[in-house]
């Protein structure tokens, strides 16, 4: 069971932020299996939070959403995952989002 930080668990705080944890993110593990609380989503999962923040806030579907991300998703990612680890903090989706979008100003 995925249980979100305290400061993104009530319907009052930030239900973007909530919906990529709970949604797309993996949860980090200790050493001993036990969830760290850090969360992370990997080029798949942000693709797919992608395409939902897109066809949401932008109105692409379909096609036209199909060739939005395969011309923008592949620079954008490259433009967030700097080191080329594969994964991408959660904390950084608001950002990664307007970016994809290509408006600074998308309220999420």
Known sequence: ?????????????????????????????TDDGTPSGNFFLNEASARAASGEVLSSHKGLKGG???????T???RTWAHFDVNGSGFI????????????????????
């Open 72 to 74: 923008y998703f592949p």
């Open 64 to 70: 036209d959403l199909k060739g939005y991300l395969d």
């Open 89 to 108: 903090g959660v904390e950084v989706m608001p950002q990664f989002a307007r970016f994809i979008a290509s408006d600074q100003t998308l309220q999420l």
């Open 1 to 29: 069971m995925r249980v979100p930080p305290v400061r993104f668990s009530s319907d009052s705080d930030d239900l973007f932020m909530r919906s990529m944890i709970m949604k797309y993110a993996a949860e980090e593990k």
